[in-house]
C-alpha cells in the first residue's frame, strides 16, 4: 500500500530497531521507548509523560489508548477527553494517518515518517513531523509528533553553540598571529622616531596610535578567553538593575527602561560582573539603535524574567532554566546579519566594533547558557537562558 506524503522505511535508524524473540525477528520500537511498554496495563504508558514531544499509543483503527501530558498541552484538550477519540481527526488530512496506522496494523514498515498539521483548539494548526512505530502488542502503534518549531529551534541552538566554538578558536588563533607582529612594529617606529627630525614625527606617531589601537582589539578578543571564571551566588536582579542605572546614566532623557520581574527567580551560581557585563552589550546596543526613538521620547527598553520549566537548550534538557528577556522597540536587526549577529566583527551600527554581542554570547555560554534573538521591525528580543539549580 502507498501512503500520499509518506516516508517508508524498513529499517530508519533507531525506530527500526529489531530485537530476538523467541527464535524470531520482529519489527520494534526504540529501546528508550521499549522500556516504556514493558508491563501491562495503562499505568506502562505514563513514563510518556517525561518526554517533551507529543506522544500517543493508539490502535490501528485509529482510537486513542493513551496520551501524554505534552500531547494534551499542545491539543489544549484534557486527556480524558483524547483517549478513546479518533487521533487521525486531530489532523488536517486525518485520512494519511489511517493508511499510516493500517499499513502498521499489517507489519508493512517497522516506522513510517511525514510532515502533517495538527489541529489546536483555539490556536492556528502546528506544523509537526509524525512518526508511526508499531509496538510489541498487536494491533496498537505509537505515534510520535514533533513540532516542526520546536525541531528548527535546536537546530538553531546546535549551530549558534557550534559557531560559538568556532569562532572562539579562530579569534584566540587570529588575535595571537596578529599581536606578536604588533610589538615589533609600535618598537620599531619609536626607535624610528628618535632617529628622525621632528617634522616627520607626525607619521611616526600614526604608526604608534594604530598599533595601540589594534593592540586594544586584540585584548578585548581575548578577554573572555584569559579572565578566570570568579563563581559566586548572582542575583539576576541585582544585574539587570546595575545594567540598567549605567544605561540611564548615559542616556538620561527619552529612554524608558522598564523592570518585569519575577522575583520568585532563586540565585544561582556564576561570575556576576560576567553577566553584567553580557547584559550591557545587549542593552547598550539597543539604546544605541533607538536613537530615533530617544529624540522623539518614546525610547523603551524592557528588562523581564521569568523561570522556564522541563526546557531544552544546548543539547540538554533542563528542569529549571532563568529566561531574561531584553527587548527594545527599535528597527530591528537587519535582515542581512540576522543569522550571523553572533559572529565577531559583524555590526549592524555603523562604527560598531561588533565585539558586543560576540562577547556577551561567550559568557553567557561559560554559565552553560545560550542567548537567542528574535527581531522585527518594532520589537527586538534577545533572550538569554542560564540552567538554575
Not at 119 to 135: C, D, I, K, S, Y
Request: some cysteine; aromatic content about 6%.
Amino acid at each position: 500500500m502507498k501512503f500520499p506524503g509518506c516516508r517508508r522505511q524498513i529499517k530508519p535508524g533507531w525506530r527500526g530497531l529489531l530485537r530476538e524473540n523467541q527464535g524470531l525477528k520482529k519489527p520494534s520500537i526504540p529501546t528508550f521507548l521499549s522500556s516504556f511498554t514493558g508491563s501491562l496495563g495503562p499505568v506502562r504508558f505514563q513514563s510518556f509523560d517525561l518526554l517533551a514531544t507529543l506522544v500517543a499509543v493508539v490502535r490501528t483503527n485509529g482510537c486513542v489508548v493513551f496520551a501524554n501530558a505534552a500531547l494534551e498541552d499542545a491539543l489544549g484538550t484534557s486527556r480524558r477527553t483524547i483517549e478513546g477519540s479518533q487521533l487521525p481527526e486531530c489532523f488536517t488530512e486525518p485520512h494519511i494517518l489511517r493508511h499510516a496506522l493500517e499499513g502498521a496494523g499489517s507489519n508493512e514498515f517497522a516506522a513510517l515518517r511525514y510532515d502533517a498539521w495538527l489541529r489546536r483548539l483555539n490556536h492556528e494548526p502546528m506544523p509537526v513531523h509524525v512518526v508511526v512505530a508499531q509496538t510489541d502488542t498487536p494491533g496498537e502503534a505509537i505515534v510520535e509528533m514533533l513540532p516542526l518549531e520546536q525541531q528548527a529551534k535546536q537546530d538553531r541552538e546546535e549551530r549558534l553553540i557550534d559557531q560559538a566554538q568556532a569562532n572562539k578558536e579562530l579569534i584566540r588563533n587570529l588575535a595571537h598571529e596578529i599581536k606578536n607582529p604588533l610589538g615589533g612594529i609600535r618598537g620599531a617606529a619609536q626607535l624610528l622616531q628618535m632617529e628622525i627630525g621632528k617634522d616627520l614625527t607626525e607619521y611616526t606617531q600614526v604608526i604608534i596610535h594604530e598599533a595601540d589601537r589594534l593592540q586594544s582589539l586584540v585584548d578585548r578578543l581575548l578577554a573572555p578567553h584569559r579572565r578566570p571564571h570568579l563563581v559566586g551566588d548572582v542575583n539576576i536582579h541585582e544585574v539587570c538593575e546595575r545594567v540598567r542605572s549605567l544605561i540611564l546614566a548615559e542616556f538620561p532623557r527619552g529612554l524608558r527602561v522598564v523592570r518585569d520581574y519575577d522575583t520568585s527567580i532563586p540565585e544561582f551560581r556564576g561570575d556576576r560582573e560576567q553577566l553584567i557585563q553580557a547584559v550591557l552589550n545587549i542593552a547598550h546596543n539597543a539604546a544605541q539603535v533607538l536613537g530615533e526613538c530617544v529624540a522623539a521620547g518614546n525610547a523603551e527598553i524592557i528588562f523581564r524574567t521569568r523561570i522556564a520549566r522541563q526546557i531544552t537548550f544546548g543539547k540538554q534538557r533542563y528542569r529549571l532554566a532563568l529566561e531574561l528577556h531584553v527587548i527594545d522597540n527599535g528597527p530591528g536587526v537587519p535582515d542581512s546579519i540576522k543569522d550571523r549577529i553572533f559572529y565577531p566583527l559583524v555590526s549592524g551600527r555603523e562604527g560598531g566594533s561588533g565585539l558586543g554581542l560576540t562577547l556577551a554570547q561567550t559568557f553567557v555560554q561559560q554559565h552553560h547558557g545560550l542567548i537567542e534573538c528574535d527581531s522585527r521591525p518594532g520589537h527586538t528580543d534577545f533572550k538569554l537562558l542560564i540552567p538554575l539549580p
